[in-house]
C-alpha cells in the first residue's frame, strides 16, 4: 500500500503514533460503489511512492548516459521505508473516504487468541499479565449481537406504547359504532372521532415501524447510543391527517 512520506513519518514518530488512515472510496463503471481496499484483520506493507522524476533529473546531470542510466536504476533500487500494519477495525466510509484503523507490526491469527483483562484495567494477551491469575479469558461480544441487543431493547421499550395507542383507536372506533346505534347526529362529533382514529392509526404506524428501525441505528462512526437518531414526525405533536 503506498502511502505519502508525511503519513509514513507519523506513523513511525513516537510522538505523533498515527494510527489511522484514509484511503478514497472509488466507483465502477455504473457508478456502483467498490469494496474498501482492505479488510479487517488483513496484514500490509506500507511503502513510500518512488521519486522517479526527481532522480531523473539527477541521471540527467552525469556527464554519460551510461553513467545516468546506472545512477537512475540504482536510485530506483534503494531500499526505502517500509512498514507491516495488521488492520484492527473495520473500515468505516466517511464522505468519499475510507477511515481504516490498524496497528503496527503483523498480527495475523490475533483475533483468535484468548483476550484477558490486565493489572492496570487494560486488555492483554499474556495470562501472565492478567489481573487475577486463573481467571477464563475475556469474550467480548460481537457487533451483530450488539445490534440484536439495541433492537430487543428498543422493541421493549416500544410495543407497550404501540398497544396503548391500538387500545385509544378501538376505543374511538366503538365510539363511533356506539353513536351510530343510538342514532346520534352530531356532524362536529362525527368528524372529530374521524379525526382521532386517523392520527391514532398514524401514530401506531410510526411507532411499529419507523421508530424501531431509528431506534437501533448507530452514528455513522459505529459508537454506541442513539445521538443520531432522526427526528420522526409526530414525535412532538399528534399527526394530523392531511
Known amino acids: 500500500m503506498i502511502v505519502s512520506d508525511v503519513e509514513l513519518r507519523e506513523i513511525l514518530s513516537a510522538k505523533h503514533r498515527r494510527r489511522t488512515l484514509e484511503r478514497p472510496v472509488t466507483y465502477g463503471r455504473f457508478g456502483e ?8 484483520g488483513g496484514v500490509y506493507r ?32 534503494e531500499s526505502k521505508m517500509q512498514l507491516s500494519i495488521t488492520i484492527s477495525e473495520t473500515p468505516v466510509m466517511v464522505g468519499d473516504r475510507w477511515i481504516v484503523r490498524f496497528t503496527k507490526g503483523d498480527h495475523r491469527g490475533v483475533q483468535d487468541r484468548p483476550l484477558y483483562l490486565s493489572k492496570v484495567g487494560d486488555y492483554t494477551f499474556d495470562s501472565w499479565r492478567q489481573a487475577v491469575p486463573g481467571d477464563p479469558d475475556v ?44 342514532k346520534v347526529e352530531n356532524a362536529k362529533a362525527e368528524s372529530l372521532i374521524r379525526r382521532a ?31 443520531a437518531r432522526p427526528q420522526i414526525a409526530g414525535d412532538s405533536a399528534t399527526p394530523e391527517a392531511a
Open 33 to 40: 460503489r467498490k469494496r474498501c481496499p482492505v479488510k479487517l
Open 46 to 77: 506500507l511503502t513510500t511512492k518512488t521519486p522517479y522524476e526527481a532522480y531523473r533529473n539527477q541521471a540527467q546531470r552525469e556527464p554519460t548516459r551510461a553513467r545516468a542510466v546506472l545512477h537512475l536504476i540504482e536510485r530506483c533500487l
Open 139 to 182: 469474550c467480548l461480544p460481537l457487533a451483530a449481537d450488539i445490534e440484536k441487543a439495541r433492537r430487543e431493547t428498543a422493541e421493549r421499550r416500544i410495543h407497550p406504547q404501540v398497544d396503548n395507542v391500538r387500545k385509544m383507536e378501538r376505543g374511538a372506533g366503538e365510539l363511533a359504532r356506539a353513536m351510530k346505534r343510538m
Open 197 to 227: 382514529q386517523r392520527n391514532l392509526t398514524a401514530a401506531a404506524r410510526l411507532l411499529s415501524e419507523d421508530a424501531v428501525s431509528c431506534a437501533v441505528a448507530a452514528p455513522e462512526l459505529g459508537t454506541p447510543g442513539e445521538a
